[in-house]
C-alpha cells in the first residue's frame, strides 16, 4: 500500500513538472493569426486618356464581417488612384481571424498599371504615405511593405486588355510564397504571375513579431492598340 502511494506521489510530482516546464512554452505561443484576402475582384479601368504608369497602393481596412471601413491610399498617381479606389471598393473580402475570432483588420492592394509601351523593368516606387492602423487600441499591426516592383512584359501575341488580379502570400521573412490568381485576363495571366514573383516585400508585423500575411497585387494592362487620347 506505501509503495503504491509511493509511485502515485512520484507520478503526481513529475506531471506537475513537466507542466511546471511547459508554462512558458505556452505563454510564449505566438496568435494564431489569419489574414484577410479578396474572395471576388471586378475589373480595373485604364483610361486611354493618360499617360501615366505606375503602382498605386491602397490599404483596405475591414471590420470584423470583412465589410470595408475606409480605404488608405499610400501612394497616389492622380489619374489612376480614382478607378483603383472605385474598384477595390466593390471587391468581396475575406475576414481576417485571430485565434479563431473574427478581427479587424487591413489588406494592401498594390495596383499596377502598365500601359505596356513602356521599356522600363522596374517600376519606379514613390514613398508610401505611413499607415493608419483601423483599430489604434488593438495590438500595433503592419502589413506586409512593397520594396520593389518589375512591369510584366505584354505578350507579343496578345491584343487584350484588363485587371490580373493576384493573390500573393508572404511569409514572416518577407518571401513570397505562391501566387494565386483571383481574377484572369487569357494572355495576361501567365506574365503577370511571372512578373510577380519578381517582387520584393518586407514581412508583415504584429506586435513586434514578423508574421505570415497576404498582398493582392493588380496588374492593369492597356492594349497596345489603343492610342492616347
Known sequence: MKRTFRIAAGLALFSLF??????????????????PDVIYASDIPYAAATAAAGVVTLAVNLDEGANI?????????????SPALVAVRGWTYAPASLDGQHVRSS???NVVFDPAYLQLKNVPLAPAE???????????????????????????DAAVGGAVVLDAPVDSRGALTKVTVIRAVPMLT????????????????????????KVVVAMVFRKTSMPLQ
Not at 501567365?190 to 505570415?212: I, N
Request: proline share 16%; no cysteine.
Open 130 to 156: 505611413p499607415f493608419q492602423p483601423p483599430n489604434p487600441k488593438a495590438t500595433p499591426y503592419t502589413p506586409a511593405q512593397l520594396l520593389a516592383a518589375t512591369y510584366s512584359p505584354y505578350p507579343s
Open 18 to 35: 513537466l507542466l511546471m516546464a511547459a508554462a512558458p512554452t505556452l505563454a510564449q505561443r505566438p496568435p494564431h493569426f489569419v489574414p
Open 107 to 109: 489588406l494592401l492592394v
Open 69 to 81: 471601413v475606409n480605404v488608405q491610399v499610400l501612394r497616389d498617381i492622380p489619374a489612376l488612384t
Open 190 to 213: 501567365a506574365a503577370a504571375s511571372g512578373a510577380l514573383k519578381t517582387w520584393k516585400f518586407g514581412a508583415a508585423v504584429y506586435g513586434t513579431t514578423p508574421v505570415a500575411s
